[in-house]
T-cell receptor
Framework: QKEVEQDPGPLSVPEGAIVSLNCTYS??????FMWYRQYSRKGPELLMY????GNKEDGRFTAQVDKSSKYISLFIRDSQPSDSATYLC?????????FGTGTSLTVIP | NAGVMQNPRHLVRRRGQEARLRCSPM?????VYWYRQLPEEGLKFMVY????????ESGMPKERFSAEFPKEGPSILRIQQVVRGDSAAYFC??????????FGEGSWLTVV
């Protein structure tokens, strides 16, 4: 079983839609949860970071962690064409950061 | 505060040559990670280093690949005798206290 599983997509939504991106993880000892955005031919950019269950909001982005279900989500409100990218979830445990395979998102104007 | 700096951004090598990729972590970050990313694939962990120490190299191929993070200077990922299958994007990331990591823009290696 992989440490992190991510819905691969691809996902295509109209501008203004609410986007939901999801990952599950296997080890309940994992402590820190992150979301990265990666544009084509660029490095992953940290979007959100949290370590507790519940919601964390930053502008149009909300990260949600449910430790009891081992489930993490990223919600994007009022999606924009500039949000078109690949989104990676990541979890830290032990010495390592474990990454999902990424969900490709396209926001259509 | 400068981000993680990687160079070169693009590197072309012939089969059998050596590729040397450099990474300068963010100021104050003592933890460095290297990842490889193939087209349409996720990030694959290669190695985790601290200054002068390799902490975890479980993701690194046993042959031809090596990494170092000297006391002074950048971290280096070295690939000897490159083959076509080594063509990929190589990302370096650094961390201050192992709660999150910050990535560089990557080095794209093409083996011809």
């Amino acid at each position: 079983q992989k440490e992190v599983e991510q819905d691969p997509g691809p996902l295509s939504v109209p501008e203004g839609a609410i986007v939901s991106l999801n990952c599950t993880y296997s080890n309940s000892a994992f402590q820190y949860f992150m979301w990265y955005r990666q544009y084509s031919r660029k490095g992953p950019e940290l979007l959100m970071y949290t370590y507790s269950s519940g919601n964390k909001e930053d502008g149009r982005f909300t990260a949600q962690v449910d430790k009891s279900s081992k489930y993490i989500s990223l919600f994007i409100r009022d999606s924009q064409p500039s949000d078109s990218a690949t989104y990676l979830c990541a979890i830290f445990g032990g010495n390592q950061f474990y990454f999902g395979t990424g969900t490709s998102l396209t926001v259509i104007p | 505060n400068a981000g993680v700096m990687q160079n070169p951004r693009h590197l072309v090598r012939r089969r059998g040559q050596e590729a040397r990729l450099r990474c300068s972590p963010m100021k104050g970050h003592s933890h460095v990670y290297w990842y490889r990313q193939l087209p349409e694939e996720g990030l694959k962990f290669m190695v985790y280093l601290q200054k002068e120490n390799i902490i975890d190299e479980s993701g690194m191929p046993k042959e031809r690949f090596s990494a170092e993070f000297p006391k002074e200077g950048p971290s280096i990922l070295r690939i000897q005798q490159v083959v076509r299958g080594d063509s990929a994007a190589y990302f370096c990331a650094s961390s201050p206290v192992l709660d999150t990591i910050y990535f560089g823009e990557g080095s794209w290696l093409t083996v011809v």
